[in-house]
């Protein structure tokens, strides 16, 4: 089983829609949680951290369930700017070193049409 | 600011050739990191640093080294390059141990 696991998609929404994705992570001590959103050929950037059960920031809420180790990001009224793949990262203790590290799912790609 | 840089954009190396790629901040972040993305896979650790003169093994070292002689520097040099490291690298830093900044990549390909 993946560490940090994503629906691959993709996501194909008309602009205006709603549109939700999931990541589910495997690591039970895991403290801190991101979403990065990376456009084709380019870096991952970082679109928002959730520290706590959940974070909002303008059209995009994102929600963290430790119960059942999964987090959420929920983008609404989506723009045809909002295509993108979106990458859930998990950061937390290794289970042999005890060192902290980060661990990036592989990304749900998003389409946004018109 | 100019953020993370990265040099080159592209290479084209031959198996067994060696090579640096370049990574830099201006932001005086001492957490600094090298991953590489593969088709189907997410960002894989290569190598960290949480400062100058100090490194750590990440999730997939083999093949590769690093240093950190300054607080701006973290270049990672590939010893005798395989077609197994064809790949995206991007560099990352960050100011603390929580979100990251990364370079805008390096395309390598290894024939």
């Known amino acids: 089983r993946k560490e940090v696991e994503q629906d691959p998609g993709p996501f194909n929404v008309p602009e205006g829609a709603t549109v939700a994705f999931n990541c589910t992570y495997s690591?039970?001590?895991?403290?801190?949680f991101f979403w990065y959103r990376q456009d084709c050929r380019k870096e991952p950037k970082l679109l928002m951290s959730?520290?706590?059960s959940g974070n909002e920031d303008g059209r995009f809420t994102a929600q963290l369930n430790r119960a059942s180790q999964y987090i959420s990001l929920l983008i609404r009224d989506s723009k045809l700017s909002d295509s993108a793949t979106y990458l859930c990262?998990?950061?937390?203790?290794?289970?042999?070193?005890?060192?902290?590290?980060?661990?990036f799912g592989t990304g749900t790609r998003l389409k946004v049409l018109a | 600011n100019a953020g993370v840089t990265q040099t080159p954009k592209f290479q084209v190396l031959k198996t067994g050739q060696s090579m640096t790629l370049q990574c830099a901040q201006d932001?005086?972040?001492?957490?600094m990191s090298w991953y590489r993305q593969d088709p189907g896979m997410g960002l894989r650790l290569i190598h960290y640093?949480?400062?100058?003169?100090?490194?750590d093994q990440g999730e997939v070292p083999n093949g590769y080294n690093v240093s950190r002689s300054t607080t701006e520097d973290f270049p990672l040099r590939l010893l005798s390059a395989a077609p197994s490291q064809t790949s995206v690298y991007f560099c990352a830093s960050s100011p603390t141990v929580y979100e990251q900044y990364f370079g805008p990549g390096t395309r390598l390909t290894v024939t």
């Open positions: 990262v998990v950061r937390g203790r290794t289970s042999t070193s005890g060192t902290y590290k980060y661990i």
């Open positions: 640093s949480v400062g100058a003169g100090i490194t």
């Open positions: 959730i520290y706590s």
């Open positions: 932001m005086n972040h001492e957490y």
């Open positions: 690591n039970s001590a895991s403290q801190s």
